[in-house]
DNA sequence: AATTTATTTGGAATGGTTCTAATTCGCACT
DNA sequence: AGTGCGAATTAGAACCATTCCAAATAAATT
């Protein structure tokens, strides 16, 4: 694994000659290091590396699979800062929590609008890319006073195996 | 409140004259002891306590409050059962499971497709009528393969003062 | 280097929900 | 109406994802 940095602002990851990168609708322009401390917050080794984790596979891990895999890396991390540092990350939305009825919370990096699907066979996560006119449609039906600061919208059922995933 | 009973089927209980009764898009057809009989399951006085108490009150009380509740009429029932009834109402479709994030289920006897808002201010969750054409466009979004057996799009954010609700 | 403040850490606590095993109930069949 | 049997209720223990706590460590500031 490498680190690019492309326009001298955005660090990469190359895995394999894939660069890896936040899904935003436009590109990034800041780094997560950047992120943190311009919300007040420090740059520690175990934040970078589980936020490089969400990057690189984003199968929408829970805070146990995260754990396990950062331990490959820090293995002297503790559960707690696992959870401390997805917090963190959610906090100054490099990361959302996303949540199927009373699961243990996933984390995912994409930050475009868009729903999940979640399949009940495999149980695996799947991100749909919500067209921005429907987000539109979708907030008219709010009667007026209701002002809303979030959507979510979940799917749950099965994936024909044909419908190959990551 | 008195119990009346249309076409000798459905029994809906009057509040100083309101009727009550489960919101379908069509008039229901079976009462709630029908539906439990036909799904092979017993109608005991602590199901159709909790179910009219969910007709009577839509504020889509958590499980908690749905004992608090239950306690008034039903004074020796447990919080097992109260879990228990919740879960076979639900599983016989009479009642709707309704999460946000990591907060406690909340019940919903509205059967209609519709989405959810939650007050941040309040904690309060209002039914957002689900126009149709709108459901078939979201499920559109969905790429060939993806089946999705059911959707659920919720709201988060805050209700001016004006906007009166229940 | 010393001080200050943020972060990490292990372990305990929390809280909504589920499980367990005993009791009670509803219902079918005498 | 009484009996038997499977279903439902009950109290309390267990579960488990997450949060809290207080001590140790690390990062920034002086
Ligand atoms: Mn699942
Ligand atoms: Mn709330
Ligand atoms: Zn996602
Ligand atoms: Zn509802």
């Given at each position: 694994m490498v680190?690019?940095?492309t326009c001298d602002l955005e660090p990469f990851q190359l895995t394999d000659g894939v660069p890896i990168m936040p899904t935003t609708t436009t590109m990034p322009t800041e780094t997560a290091a950047q992120t943190l401390t311009d919300s007040g917050l420090r740059s520690t080794p175990q934040r970078e590396v589980i936020y490089s984790i969400l990057l690189n596979k984003r199968d929408h891990p829970t805070a146990d699979e995260v754990y396990a895999r950062v331990k490959t890396e820090l293995p002297s991390i503790s559960l707690a800062t696992v959870y401390n540092c997805l917090e963190t990350l959610v906090g100054c939305n490099l990361v959302r929590a996303v949540n199927f009825d009373r699961e243990p919370t996933r984390y995912c990096p994409n930050l475009r609008p868009h729903a999940h699907f979640h399949d009940e066979n495999l149980g695996s996560t799947y991100d749909i890319d919500l067209p921005p006119d429907l987000l539109e449609q979708?907030?008219?039906?709010?009667?007026?006073?209701?002002?809303?600061?979030?959507?979510?919208?979940?799917?749950r059922g099965h994936t024909a195996p044909e419908a190959a995933q990551n």
């Amino acid at each position: 694994m490498v680190l690019i940095r492309t326009c001298d602002l955005e660090p990469f990851q190359l895995t394999d000659g894939v660069p890896i990168m936040p899904t935003t609708t436009t590109m990034p322009t800041e780094t997560a290091a950047q992120t943190l401390t311009d919300s007040g917050l420090r740059s520690t080794p175990q934040r970078e590396v589980i936020y490089s984790i969400l990057l690189n596979k984003r199968d929408h891990p829970t805070a146990d699979e995260v754990y396990a895999r950062v331990k490959t890396e820090l293995p002297s991390i503790s559960l707690a800062t696992v959870y401390n540092c997805l917090e963190t990350l959610v906090g100054c939305n490099l990361v959302r929590a996303v949540n199927f009825d009373r699961e243990p919370t996933r984390y995912c990096p994409n930050l475009r609008p868009h729903a999940h699907f979640h399949d009940e066979n495999l149980g695996s996560t799947y991100d749909i890319d919500l067209p921005p006119d429907l987000l539109e449609q979708i907030k008219a039906i709010l009667p007026p006073g209701y002002n809303a600061s979030s959507i979510e919208i979940s799917f749950r059922g099965h994936t024909a195996p044909e419908a190959a995933q990551n």
